[in-house]
């Protein structure tokens, strides 16, 4: 296996207790770029993270700890998004000065694993919809190839949040925005949501397309010379969909 950097660490638990109180563990391998936001690395992430990667974790469980971090994702995807002034007035009459978000959403899955995020998304967003992309790598030249996509017909007017919990090299990613794009959806109206990167898959998204914003729980500390993103967790679609 390839050397890698070493993971860094800190102390985990609520602000108000001392540094001696609080277990020390592994977070976040901090990024650079500035399209790149990484959830703040709260006990509660953690602890989930640490249940998903285990090896020993059942289907269920993961399933069930998985479908927690998506819901963090996309909590903060929505925070993302461009808002406009909106007053209303309160059932005793007064009124209150607050917003709403401007313009309509869409999700779109990159099949397979991606779909695991799609009930994550229509739990805060109702009536949300969402459309599919379907990339494989291709056995002759090794690189991305696009099978199959079905988007609404007015994407270009929507805002993209887009899903797939791993982001390796980034080629799948990579093409599916480049899918998008043609689409007509300007790229500074494309979200990625993703629950672990690798420092180099950020990289290539930061390179490629630095107006689309990338909101991942945790940038690991690389890729082995197979390209799987270490430590991380194996194959999310295999522990959600079949293991």
């Keep these: 296996m390839a050397s890698q950097p070493e993971a860094p660490s800190q102390s985990v638990g609520p602000e108000y207790r001392p540094a001696e109180e609080k277990p020390t563990a592994t977070v976040s391998t901090g990024v650079s770029h500035e399209n790149v936001h990484i959830l703040p690395q709260t006990p509660q992430l953690i602890a989930l993270l640490t249940m998903i990667r285990d090896k020993n974790t059942g289907r269920a469980d993961f399933i069930f700890y998985s479908n927690r971090i998506i819901r963090l994702l996309v909590e ?62 291709d056995e002759e030249t090794a690189k991305p190839k696009l099978y199959y996509d079905k988007l609404p017909e007015d994407i270009a007017d929507r805002w993209v949040l887009l899903l797939d919990p791993m982001l390796a090299t980034g080629g799948s990613a990579l093409m599916a925005v480049e899918v998008l794009i043609a689409r007509g959806v300007p790229e500074d109206h494309i979200l990625f949501l993703n629950l672990i990167a690798s420092p180099e898959g950020a990289k290539n998204f930061a390179k490629k397309y630095p107006k689309v914003r990338v909101v991942t729980a945790f940038v690991d500390q690389g890729l082995d010379e197979k390209n799987y993103i270490v430590p991380g967790l194996g194959d999310f679609g295999d522990r959600f969909y079949t293991m």
Aim: charged share 25%; hydrophobic share 30%; with cysteine.
């Design 76 to 137: 903060e995807g929505l925070n993302h998004l461009p808002v406009v002034e909106h007053t209303i007035t309160t059932p005793v009459g007064q009124t209150y000065s607050g917003v709403k978000f401007e313009g309509k959403i869409c999700g779109v899955s990159i099949m397979r694993a991606g779909e695991s995020m799609e009930q994550g998304l229509r739990d805060c967003c109702r009536s949300v919809r969402i459309g599919k992309i379907l990339i494989q790598r």
